[in-house]
């Protein structure tokens, strides 16, 4: 199983491919994204803070990935997660999996998630309320 | 909730993007794609061939994706099936789908491909083997 992890501070180019070495015997390719949405906790936000804790969150992401991966059995994981101010509708994260089976690529993914947000040193916090950014504007 | 059924003789496009009416207040992006392997049943295959009973197939896989959108709400769901020979390697099935929160649009997403192997009359047989693939070559 291959294994990417990612942290960055650059959009996430949400239309990136699987290189051709791994997507050849798959038979099931599953990508997730999830995005920062308009608000947080009930108030309206205008972006995320991620902070993150380096290089634990990496160590900690990988650590997980391969964990999944002897229950699960994917060819190709890859995981962007974004780091500092992402502003509302831009992806914070982006997990992609290849498998010969759709089961496994989609647990993978799926309890990968879970275990991010209660073990990976990542915090969020609202950023901008839409007001603050409003007032920044010209 | 946005629903979109395509089914199509050519190949489909892996990168189509999301169109951005249903992007925004989406917090959760997941897409599957089945593409097919090198071999069926044990067998080596060249490629696979998909027959459908239209328009029956489109309302079946309609009806699924409303019914399972009452359970697991999403904001827009696009499910593209290609029909006809599709080589190794390219995708027969893609399922894209947006929504508030992510376990309503994987379930959505797994649940779909549980019903459509069930309930949609679309059949597939082993179009070429590999040697009957090398015999045509000149």
């Known amino acids: 199983m291959h294994v990417q992890i990612d942290l960055t501070t650059q959009p996430i180019d949400l239309l990136s491919a699987v290189p051709p070495e791994f997507a050849g015997g798959a038979g ?3 990508e997730f994204q ?6 947080e906790a009930g108030l309206p936000i205008a972006a995320l803070e991620y902070e993150v804790y380096l290089p634990m969150a990496e160590r900690v ?3 997980i990935v391969e964990d ?5 059995p994917c060819r190709w994981v890859r995981v962007t997660h974004r780091v500092g101010v992402v502003p509302v509708g831009e992806a914070a994260i982006q997990v992609a999996v290849t498998a010969a089976h759709r089961a496994a690529a ?9 275990r991010l947000k209660q073990d990976v040193p990542i915090w969020k916090r609202r950023a901008l309320a839409p007001a603050e950014l409003e007032a920044l504007r010209p």
């Open 28 to 30: 099931a390719r599953v």
């Open 68 to 72: 999944l991966g002897h229950r699960h």
């Open 34 to 39: 999830g995005t920062v949405r308009g608000e």
């Open 61 to 63: 992401m990988r650590r």
């Open 106 to 114: 989609f647990a993978l993914v799926t309890r990968f998630m879970d």
